[in-house]
């Protein structure tokens, strides 16, 4: 992404709003709708649905900031490796270590969790292409191509890693996801301002979420 003037935070805050807004938007149709549809067609349509707002937001998002949006710039392979041991990293540190902890003091963002997860199993495939695919691919142009890199040259890199990782976070509904969230940010942030590539952050994202999709739906059967 070409920000080389920068961005304000206030613009920052705004477009996070803006994704917020397409969030609630499909959940809700998801919600009052499509779950209301036969499976396995409301997941389908639902699909669709997130594909649709992803659509729109990245057009709105370059075109109204006239952005060249280049997701295979600087990439390296050193730059992949590094992406799948920061995968590997954030599975070890988050799943393994803080989630078993934040669930114990959020009794109640657990219960949500596990119903998530039921969710999940239902349609694990359709499932696995919107946490491991569309969220990764959303989230990283949003929060480290656009925000990180767009209020690094205003405000330096340290306070634009901590406001995209708090943001980040944010969008992340449950509150053990949350503090989670922030601490992968942080970690997203760092490859990013390391590398320079919105692609391996794509990465590391979609190699971490897949990892821990395979280990939830795992854990979620053995208890059927």
Not at 33 to 39: D, P, Q
Not at 53 to 62: D, E, I, K, R
Not at 171 to 191: W, Y
Request: a neutral charge.
């Amino acid at each position: 992404m070409d920000m080389e003037n920068g961005i304000s935070i206030g613009k920052g805050l705004c477009w996070t709003g803006a994704w917020f807004g397409f969030m609630l938007l499909y959940t809700a149709l998801d919600v009052a709708v499509w779950r209301k549809i036969s499976a396995p067609y409301g997941k389908y349509l639902n699909l669709i649905t997130i594909l649709f707002c992803m659509a729109v937001f990245l057009l709105l998002l370059t075109g109204r900031n006239h952005l060249k949006m280049d997701f295979w710039a600087n990439i390296s392979l050193q730059g992949i490796f590094l992406s799948l041991l920061c995968a590997v990293l954030f599975y070890c540190v988050l799943d393994k270590g803080l989630d078993p902890v934040f669930e114990k003091f959020f009794p109640a963002s657990e219960e949500s969790y596990q119903q998530t997860l039921q969710s999940l199993y239902s349609a694990p495939v359709i499932s696995g292409i919107q946490v491991c695919l569309l969220a990764p691919i959303i989230e990283e142009i949003l929060m480290r191509g656009f925000l990180l890199g767009g209020l690094s040259p205003r405000y330096g890199k340290a306070v634009a890693l901590l406001l995209s990782s708090f943001l980040f976070a944010l969008l992340h509904f449950n509150m053990v996801q949350t503090l989670s969230a922030f601490v992968c940010g942080i970690g997203l942030g760092m490859l990013y301002l390391y590398t320079g590539s919105v692609a391996c952050c794509i990465v590391a994202h979609a190699g971490y979420n897949l990892i821990s999709y395979i280990g939830m739906v795992a854990a979620f059967r053995d208890t059927l």
